[in-house]
């Protein structure tokens, strides 16, 4: 039986960057602020092969209130999405994925001191979570870093 | 003689000295009684099961041949129904079946439910009213052999019709195979098995009725089309338009292939929500 399981998750260091000139006519200006910000990218795909989950359902909960959605989207063509979890909400963090009848659920835990997928990846075959397992401690960084910036 | 009354003298002397340190000890907290250890409150809810065929078994579904199929009944014979609070979390992915819960809360009895009714919600098993509070994250539950009632003898027996330009099936289909299935979190639409005191939640057994016939808004190459066992197969065993089988009559008449296809979407037919379980054969 050919199963179809989600997710493999990195935490990442993704970056947003906005960095657009301002216009020169003055009638209707507008004020663009460039940055970046790092948070937690899960990427989901089919078992065995079968290529990313694009256009997914993705609902992220928060350790705060579990049981109603903190975010729902999809995710993009290549099966990742991406998003920034609230610092000031630490605890266990749980994204579910799903698509055409099949999905998972992966853990994210959040400290002060930043993020890490917990060793419970629901959905993951244990193929996938030895990758998710080195992309963890890359991002884990990452988003250690994003929480030090903000308390900066 | 003097020596005598003088040890009686100090014996009574520390008796008293001893009674009066004893009131000095009671004084402290006035009661008399050593003050009780506060009693743990079991904070309680209730917790039902459900088990669902989707709207491929409510409503009908179209098999990856484009045969459009709609059951009278759909029954399915659960027993061994017990939901868990786990942490961490329990991995289905690490096939294993051992559980070691927080609490856990079983659902006694055997129930026989028609997937197929009603049409607009899941069957309602049954409930639990003093299930400890908490996050139920895992279910496990066995698909047996009907003691009694219409599906007796079967664990599932499927009636129903599948029609497909203008020729019509009227198929009866009759398993056998006991399986017990234990799965992780509920997922889907909304989230399931987050019991708060005094409130009530749900815990769902889901079957895919599209791992059995497949889906024909999927691609003939799509991993579920090709693991499915679709209807052709089934069609091509009816006479006169009137099809009743059992397993072994499966067995007997399908082609290897085929029947080994079925051998694996009738243990894996299970699921919590989208989730997946771990399955395997009771027999």
Not at chain 2, 44 to 71: C, M, N, P, Q, Y
Not at chain 2, 187 to 195: E, F, H
Request: aromatic share 8%.
């Amino acid at each position: 039986m050919n199963r179809v399981r989600p997710l493999i998750v990195s935490v990442a260091m993704a970056a947003l960057a906005l960095a657009l000139p301002a216009p020169a006519a003055m009638a209707h200006g507008v004020d663009l602020t460039a940055g970046t910000v790092e948070g937690v990218e899960v990427t989901a795909v089919f078992d065995g092969g079968g290529g990313p989950m694009a256009g997914a359902q993705v609902t992220v909960f928060a350790p705060d209130d579990p049981a109603r959605p903190w975010m729902t989207g999809t995710t993009d063509e290549e099966g990742r999405f991406f998003f920034v979890p609230d610092a000031a909400l630490p605890g266990t963090w749980d994204v579910q994925v799903r698509q055409a009848g099949h999905g998972g659920i992966v853990r994210v835990e959040v400290t002060a001191e930043g993020a890490e997928v917990a060793a419970d990846a629901a959905g993951l075959p244990v193929t996938q979570k030895a990758l998710m397992a080195l992309a963890v401690a890359w991002g884990a960084l990452g988003t250690a870093l994003y929480f030090r910036r903000r308390a900066a | 003689m003097r020596q005598h009354r003088l040890v009686r003298t100090m014996a009574l002397l520390i008796a008293g000295v001893l009674v009066l340190a004893g009131l000095a000890g009671c004084a402290t907290d006035g009661s008399g009684a050593d003050p009780a250890p506060a009693a743990s409150v079991v904070e309680t809810g209730t917790l039902s099961f459900v088990a669902d065929g989707e709207e491929h078994a409510r409503e009908g579904t179209t098999s990856k041949e484009g045969w459009e199929i709609t059951f009278e009944h759909a029954y399915v014979t659960l027993t061994g129904i017990t939901a868990y609070q786990t942490d961490p979390p329990y991995d289905v992915d690490a096939d294993a079946w051992d559980i070691d819960p927080l609490h856990s809360v079983t659902l006694p009895d055997e129930f026989t439910v028609d997937l197929a009714a009603p049409a607009s919600d899941p069957a309602s098993v049954g409930e639990v009213g003093d299930a400890v509070a908490g996050h139920y994250n895992a279910l496990a539950w066995d698909l047996v052999r009907a003691s009694s009632g219409p599906a007796e003898g079967l664990s599932m027996l499927f009636v129903g019709t599948a029609e497909r330009d203008g020729e019509r099936v009227d198929f009866t289909l009759r398993f056998d195979r006991e399986v017990t299935y234990l799965g992780g979190e509920y997922i889907g639409d909304v989230r399931k098995g987050i019991l708060e005191a005094g409130s009530e939640a749900e815990m769902e057994m889901t079957f895919h009725f599209d791992h059995f016939f497949g889906r024909d808004d999927k691609d003939a190459d799509d991993p579920m089309n090709i693991d499915a066992l679709g209807f052709d197969p089934l069609a091509a065993l009816a006479t006169d338009g009137v099809l009743d089988v059992s397993m072994s009559d499966l067995e007997e008449l399908l082609p290897a292939e085929e029947y080994a296809k079925l051998e694996a979407i009738l243990v894996h037919f299970g699921h919590v929500g989208e989730g997946h379980c771990i399955a395997r054969p009771l027999d």
